[in-house]
């Protein structure tokens, strides 16, 4: 393999992923790349591509549970790939940048859906990914244009149509997301925004354990019927620990690491989680952050 001789950095910087994860839980990937522009994240992703090795793409990391033995190849962290450019009907921001960043500029920049999802950590490339929001909007409906790399290393564009983004999903998760392109609505009401903004951020400081470690909801909501939070805190879940991993008592979708809890204490008690929630109502939870085991 030529990694290690190519950039001989990229082993050296490769810790443990615990403290570039939310859920604060996790071993060391073999290469750990943090390119600084794109044109260095292309280079990167052509060399891996050639050399075989396989590249799975960090933002803020606070979606994702790594598990304890660490992960094969290499993974490739956005958070140097920055800027912002706002233009008059849209405005393109890299991938790195901070979503929260973005949401809190939402209002002045017009681009009120933006206004409706705050308390989500993260980068802008994760939002765009997962197509982050909550009740009041998601990421998607806002979106343009996304930019991004392919495996080999070619930088493409792609336009947004209908269908490329659906529930914390989009179409996009094969490249590595280098920017987007959210669309500029001059004639929106500001104050609206600012007020849905305020609005939506108390409810869910009120209903989230935003200050704590953990990677967001565990669950995603099973089409249909209750939430999955309803269904966890119904089968008399809040509060059940594995190790330094425990059900938040505050609300029942978020699994926290509260004592230093390893990635087989996250990974048992999602385990439990699905046992008695499916026993109880029936129900088969799905993971909602990526686990890179
Ligand atoms: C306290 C808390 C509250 C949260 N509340 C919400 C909420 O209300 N709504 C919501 O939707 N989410 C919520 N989340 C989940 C999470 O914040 C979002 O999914 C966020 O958008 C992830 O962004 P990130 O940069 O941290 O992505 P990461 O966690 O780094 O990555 C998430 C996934 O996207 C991929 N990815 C990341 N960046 C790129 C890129 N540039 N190109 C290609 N793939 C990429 C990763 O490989 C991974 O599969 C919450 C999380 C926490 C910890």
Redesign the pocket.
Known sequence: MVLPTVFPEARERAEGLARR???GVGGAPEFLFEPASEAEAARLLALCHVAGVPV?????????IVGDGGVEGAVLV?RR?RGVRVLDDRVDVA??QS?GALVRHAARWSIPVLSG?P????????????????HHG??GEALLEVR?IDETGRVVRREVEDGDVGY?WSD??E????GATFRRDRSADRAAAESLYRRALAA?RST?????R????TFRNPGGGEPAGRLIESAGLKGRRVGGAVVSTRHAN?ILNDRDATAADVEALIGVVRREVRAVHGVRLEL???FWA
Not at 119 to 134: D, Q, R, S, Y
Not at 175 to 178: D, F, G, K, R
């Open positions: 994860t939310s859920m799975r793409f960090l933002g803020g990391g606070t979606n994702v956005t790939l991938a790195g979503y999802c308390g989500i950590p993260g980068t802008v490339g994760g939002a765009v990914v997962m197509n982050a929001g909550g998601t990421t991004g914390r996009f998760g490249l590595l997301v280098t869910k989230q354990p935003l200050g704590e953990s990677a967001g909801c978020f909602e952050p990526a």
